[in-house]
C-alpha cells in the first residue's frame, strides 16, 4: 500500500531534507584524496546531531555507519571506515535524516580530483536519468513512467541500470512501499497521485547489470567489476508536478554561482 502524505507531512519530510543537503555539501567539500570514509562518517554524524535530527542508517538492521560511502565499483551501502580516497576515485556518498519522525534519503556520486572520461560521463548520464525521472512525477503518471525514464538514458549511453536494486517510497519509514525499479515499461505500474512520495535512486554500471556481495554482507559491488555511480533524490507528487524535497542540485548551482 502506498501512503499518501498530506502537504504538512510533506513540509515535515522537507525539512530533514534541508538539513540532508547541508549534510552533504559538507561532505563534498571533505571528499579529498587522502581522506577516509570513516572520517567522512563521523563528520556526517557530527553535523546530524548537531542539527536536531539522527541519522537514517545508524543503526538500521545492524547497520554500522551514518551515511553509506561507496568508492568504484562499490555500488551501495558502502560501511565508512579506513578506506583513504585516492584521486581518480569516485564516491557514493548515501544519506538519511530522520527529523521529528520523518526521513529524507539521497544521494550523489563525487569525482575525488580529476577522473577518466569514462567515469565523468558515467557521472554525468546518472545524474541525467534522476532528474528525467523525477520530471515524470506527476498525478496521473504511471511508476512505469518513472522507471523507464532512468532505463532509457542510461542504455542510450551504453550503460547498466542495476535491476537487482530499486528506489522506494520514504516517509515515517525509510523503506515504504512501492519498490521502484530503474527499468520498466512506460504506462505500467501503479498510477501516481498527490501526496506521495519516493525516493528515486538511479544506481548504474559502466559494464554489466549483475552484482556481487561484499563479505560484510552489505556492500554491493558491479560484479564484473567496472565503475558504478548512485544518486537520489526524495520526491514529492503534486498537483503542481514533481517537488525535490533533497534539493542537492540547488545547492551545487549556489555555490558554483
Same mark, same amino acid.
Given at each position: 500500500?502506498?501512503?499518501?502524505?498530506?502537504?504538512?507531512?510533506?513540509?515535515?519530510?522537507?525539512?530533514?531534507?534541508?538539513?540532508?543537503?547541508?549534510?552533504?555539501?559538507?561532505?563534498?567539500? /571533505?571528499?579529498?584524496?587522502?581522506?577516509?570514509?570513516?572520517?567522512?562518517?563521523?563528520?556526517?554524524?557530527?553535523?546530524?546531531?548537531?542539527?536536531?535530527? $539522527?541519522?537514517?542508517? /545508524?543503526?538500521?538492521?545492524?547497520?554500522?555507519?551514518?551515511?553509506?560511502?561507496?568508492?568504484?565499483?562499490?555500488?551501495?551501502?558502502?560501511?565508512?571506515?579506513?578506506? $583513504?580516497?585516492?584521486?581518480?576515485?569516485?564516491?557514493?556518498?548515501?544519506?538519511?535524516?530522520?527529523? %521529528?519522525?520523518?526521513?529524507?534519503?539521497?544521494?550523489?556520486?563525487?569525482?575525488?580530483?580529476?577522473?577518466?572520461?569514462?567515469?565523468? /560521463?558515467?557521472?554525468?548520464?546518472?545524474?541525467?536519468?534522476?532528474?528525467?525521472?523525477?520530471?515524470?512525477?506527476?498525478?496521473?503518471?504511471?511508476?512505469?513512467?518513472?522507471?523507464?525514464?532512468?532505463?532509457? !538514458?542510461?542504455? !542510450?549511453?551504453?550503460?547498466?541500470?542495476?535491476?537487482?536494486?530499486?528506489?522506494?517510497?520514504? @516517509?515515517?519509514?525509510?523503506? $515504504?512501499?512501492?519498490?521502484?525499479?530503474?527499468?520498466?515499461?512506460?504506462?505500467?505500474?501503479?498510477?501516481? !497521485? $498527490?501526496?506521495?512520495?519516493?525516493?528515486?535512486?538511479?544506481?548504474?554500471?559502466?559494464?554489466? %547489470?549483475?552484482?556481487?556481495? @561484499?563479505?560484510?554482507?552489505?556492500?554491493?559491488?558491479?560484479?564484473?567489476?567496472?565503475?558504478?555511480?548512485?544518486?537520489?533524490?526524495?520526491?514529492?507528487?503534486?498537483? %503542481?508536478?514533481?517537488?525535490?524535497?533533497?534539493?542537492?542540485?540547488?545547492?551545487?548551482?549556489? !555555490?558554483?554561482?
Amino acid at each position: 500500500m502506498i501512503v499518501r502524505k498530506s502537504p504538512e507531512e510533506i513540509e515535515k519530510v522537507a525539512a530533514a531534507g534541508q538539513i540532508l543537503v547541508r549534510c552533504l555539501a559538507m561532505l563534498k567539500g /571533505k571528499a579529498r584524496p587522502g581522506i577516509s570514509t570513516g572520517a567522512l562518517d563521523q563528520a556526517a554524524e557530527r553535523f546530524i546531531r548537531s542539527q536536531g535530527a $539522527e541519522p537514517a542508517f /545508524k543503526g538500521y538492521h545492524g547497520f554500522p555507519g551514518s551515511i553509506c560511502a561507496s568508492p568504484n565499483s562499490m555500488i551501495v551501502h558502502g560501511i565508512p571506515g579506513p578506506y $583513504e580516497l585516492r584521486r581518480g576515485d569516485v564516491l557514493s556518498l548515501d544519506v538519511g535524516v530522520v527529523l %521529528d519522525g520523518w526521513v529524507a534519503d539521497a544521494a550523489v556520486t563525487v569525482a575525488v580530483g580529476p577522473i577518466s572520461a569514462v567515469a565523468a /560521463k558515467l557521472l554525468e548520464v546518472t545524474r541525467g536519468a534522476l532528474f528525467d525521472a523525477v520530471e515524470l512525477c506527476r498525478p496521473d503518471n504511471h511508476l512505469g513512467d518513472v522507471s523507464h525514464a532512468v532505463q532509457a !538514458r542510461v542504455e !542510450r549511453a551504453g550503460f547498466s541500470v542495476v535491476r537487482a536494486l530499486v528506489g522506494h517510497g520514504v @516517509g515515517r519509514a525509510m523503506h $515504504e512501499d512501492p519498490q521502484i525499479p530503474n527499468f520498466g515499461e512506460p504506462g505500467s505500474g501503479p498510477v501516481l !497521485r $498527490e501526496g506521495m512520495v519516493f525516493a528515486i535512486e538511479p544506481m548504474v554500471n559502466v559494464g554489466t %547489470d549483475p552484482i556481487r556481495m @561484499g563479505e560484510d554482507s552489505w556492500a554491493v559491488y558491479s560484479q564484473d567489476g567496472s565503475l558504478a555511480a548512485h544518486f537520489e533524490h526524495t520526491v514529492a507528487v503534486t498537483a %503542481d508536478g514533481p517537488r525535490i524535497l533533497t534539493p542537492w542540485h540547488a545547492e551545487e548551482a549556489r !555555490r558554483a554561482a
